[in-house]
Each structure stands twice: as C-alpha cells, then as structure tokens.
C-alpha cells in the first residue's frame, strides 16, 4: 500500500543511578513534519525541523518520590508554551505509584498545563519502576489485607490464571491445581 508520511514523533525514555543516590528518569519529544508548515501565528517550520522539541527530568528517591522536575521546550508552535515548564513543579513531593496519574491530572490538566508534556509523564512512571528495577527485586513482596501479592491479575502475564504466578506464588493459582 502507498502511502504519506504526514508527522513523525519521537520519544525516547531513560533512566540513570546517580553518584549521590538518587535516580534521574528523562524523558525527551521530538514532532516533526516532512513539509513546510505555516503556523497561526506566522511562523514556519521548515520540513524536519521540530515543531514541539520537549524535556523532562524526574529526579526520585528509592521509594519512587519526586525530588526534583527540571523541564525545557526548545521548540514549541506557540511562544508562551515554554512557561509551562514550570507547572511541572507542582509534581514534586509527590510518590510514583498507585494514584500517579490521577494526581498527575489534577495538578497538570487542562489549561494548568501543557498536553505534550504531560503525556510524556505516564510513560516515565514505567521507566522510573524499570530503572529501580535492582534496588526493588530485594524487597519483601507487597502484598493486600489478605498476604495475597498485590502484582497478581496487575497485568495479563500476571494473571491469577497464569503460568508467571502458577510458578511463583502456586498458593494463589488460579488455574488447575490451584487455590
């Protein structure tokens, strides 16, 4: 099939120990057009050159709390939309985890904030788990009221029905020969 590329967005998410024990999870946003594109405002964008070009850096603790946010936007169709960098701030002392997105929302949603980076958010939640990946396998199991780890049906291969929790937590098998 034939077909046009009309837009190109790029995100690339990464996360790094740092020397003073603290992780910084980053986010970068590139939204480019492969033709000329003429703004409200009078501004052209050349082809390749980026129409949104966004950062964020989340700085966090062990336990997954915001310690920090430092964000830029080098290149954004409106002039005023760099400001909203600084709406960020409000994420700080906030934990990632379970809540995130809905005290994302409330601080950051709709006119508090800016749409691209928010959207951004989200996916650095999953990066900055994955970055503590290693300092988190060593901890005791988070489990409900009930000692029934809290990771099971929290994803299809963590499933109650699922081979990935038949062989680690059999107890609570929900399949054959399980619980």
């Known amino acids: 099939m034939d077909r046009e590329e009309l837009h190109a967005r790029r995100v690339e998410l990464r996360g790094y120990q740092r020397v003073d ?4 999870v980053e986010a970068h946003m590139v939204d ?12 052209v964008v050349s082809p390749g050159e980026p129409v949104h070009d966004m ?3 989340l700085v ?3 336990n997954l709390n915001v310690m920090d ?7 954004a169709p409106q002039g005023i939309c760099p400001q909203a960098t600084s709406t960020l701030q409000s994420l700080k002392g906030l934990r990632i985890g379970p809540g995130w997105s809905k005290a994302v929302g409330e601080r950051l949603a709709g006119r508090k904030g800016c ?4 959207e951004l958010l989200k996916p650095m939640a999953t990066v900055a788990f994955q970055t503590l990946w290693k300092v988190r396998e060593n901890r005791p199991t988070v489990v409900d009221a009930n000692g029934k780890p809290r990771k099971i049906d929290s994803c299809y ?3 109650s ?4 929790v038949r062989q680690r937590w059999p107890i609570y098998h929900q399949g054959e020969g399980g619980k």
């Not at 480019?32 to 501004?43: C, D, I, M, V, Y």
């Not at 749409?115 to 928010?118: A, D, V």
């Not at 029905?161 to 990935?164: A, I």
Request: aromatic share 4%; hydrophobic share 35%; net charge negative.
């Open 21 to 24: 024990g603290l992780y910084d």
């Open 32 to 43: 480019t057009k492969p033709e000329e594109l003429a703004l409200s405002n009078g501004r």
């Open 55 to 57: 950062s964020i850096r």
């Open 60 to 62: 966090v603790d062990e």
């Open 69 to 75: 946010v430092l964000a830029s936007t080098d290149a």
């Open 115 to 118: 749409t691209h980076l928010n």
């Open 157 to 159: 291969a963590y499933a």
């Open 161 to 164: 029905d699922r081979e990935v």
